[in-house]
Structures are given as structure tokens and as C-alpha cells.
């Protein structure tokens, strides 16, 4: 963990919106943690559970004029626990309800069965991906996360795309799926501001994580193609500044957004070059794709080779064979 020392910052981005640095444990670095002054005092995010963003996020409320205990409600950008991990601790002192797509609500309560179901989901995944058996304690590791970094809460009110923020009425929900399957955005267009978590940021291209499919049956969602899907839906958006869940404020989305897209195609090409006299796994294109870091961050990398091998595969680019339980790629 960073123990560096921690200044807090509550910035005031519009007349009724402060943004909230709150440090997390993770590479990504600090979680931006919205306030609103709506018509009921609304977070945006909450940060995780840890006692440095705790302080950070009651002494930057305080900065901003208010105090934990009057916060109303609290809206969920997505389920990931830098962003959601000390949520309970802020609906005990203040009483505010959640309100979040329906898709996080199993990682909100942390619920016990859908954890094992996820577990189970992703050991079957890293097995056909050909993750060698000495490397799938990641699993346990990634699940450990979860429970460290936050604790069972609930969600109050679940949000549709396209409906209108409960009491913040000029705030439009978008749901923008891919980064995570609960992932939504939030829109005011008096002013062109969008709330984009981790569906737009700056300084980082954010990873189309796999999960496991909504119904716990049939194929997983090809979390790439969606995140593609709805980076294009903002792309065709008038959008003066994008705030984003980390870094600086977005304020050229298409420019990002066009970029990012572009990239996509830079990394197929790569992965069809390297199976271009042989056949590969998804692990083993992995570790040709990110050799420096695939050890380290091994649910975040397959991920990412994973959505690319999605998109050859849509595009029939690439074929796959099964043998023993393993998917080999090739063109
Ligand atoms: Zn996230
Ligand atoms: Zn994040």
C-alpha cells in the first residue's frame, strides 16, 4: 500500500458538483468521488474500504461544506471495489440509499452463492484459456480483493438506462456496459457534463473486463465489442467535459474515443501476426502481448487478449480448436 502522505482535495468543478480525490491500494491510483447539491445530497462513488479513503472522503466533504451524515443517496458508477467498497460504511452514518444498475447488486452484497459461481466461472475460464494449474490461485486472490476492500451493502433503487437520476432531475442515466456489466454513466445536458467512471478515462485506457453471463447460463458477454458499443454511443454525444472515475476531467471524448478504438485494431493485428504459423492459447498469446506484466496482472491481461480474440473471432479472422479442454487460436 502507498503510505504516502495523503492531502485531501475537494475541487469545485460547477457551482453543485466537487469532485473528491480518495486514495485506493490498486496501480490505478486515486478514485474521483463526485458530490452533488441536487435536490438531495448526492455521491457519485464512494471509494474503498480502507481507512485512508475514509478519512479522505469525510475531510473532503468537509472541505466541501458538508458532512457524511447528510448525504442522501449514493449512485454507483459500477460495482469494482475502489469505487464502491466503503459504501456501507457511508449508508451507517448517513442513511442514504443506493441507488445502481441491477447487475452490481450480487458484488454489492457480496453474495455467497454468486461468489461461488463466479469462482467457478472463472476456474473454468483460465482452465480452457490454458492458465497453467500452478497460476490459478489468481482466482482465489482476485476474489480476496472483494472481501478485503469492502463489505456486503445493498442497493435501494436499481437505474435503467436513459431514465432520470431520482431527484437530480437534470442528470440522465446512460448505461454504458463493457469496462463491468453494471457499468452506467451519468448525463446533465444544460452544461454537456457527463459522470463516466471508469467507461472514459484520460490517462488510461480502461480494460473491457470478462465477467460471468448475467443468467448464469449460456456464453459470457463479449465485454470488448459492448465496451466498443457504447465508447461509439458517446462519441456521437455533444460532450463538453467527461468526469472521469480517475485522473483529470476528459474534455476532447472523441478524440479519446476514436483513439481508443484505433487501438483495438493495432492489437488484432498483433495477435493475428503471432498466430501466424502457429496455434496459441489465450494464456500464451498473453504473455506475448504483455510480457512485462502479464505475471502481476493476470486477470486484467487475459482479459484484454481475451476481448481482442472476440473480436477476430467475430469478424472470422481467426478459428479456434478444442483438445482436452483447451481453446487453441489460429488464422
Ligand atoms: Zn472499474
Ligand atoms: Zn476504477
Redo the contacts with the bound molecule.
Sequence with gaps: MDMREWHTKATQITPDIYCLEIP?P?N?GA?NVYLIKGEKLTLIDVGPKTDEAWQALTEGLQAAGVSVEEIEQIVL??H?V??CGQLEKVRKKSGALTLAHPQAAPYVELDAEFMDFHDQFFLQLYKKSGVPSDKLIIIEKFHKLMTTFSEPSQIDLKLKHEQQVPHLPEWQVLYTPG?SQSHLSLYRERDRTMIG??HI?GHIS?NAFIEPPRDRSGARPLTLVQYRTALQMCADMEIEQVLA??GEIVRNHRELISSRLQKNWSRTDTLRSLLADKELTAYELTTLLFPAIYEKELPLTLSETLGHIDLLMILHQIEVREQDGVLYYHL
Excluded: K, M, N, R
Design positions: 485506493t490498486f490505478v478514485v458508477t459500477h469494482h475502489d469505487h469496462h467512471g471508469d478515462i480502461s472515475g480517475h
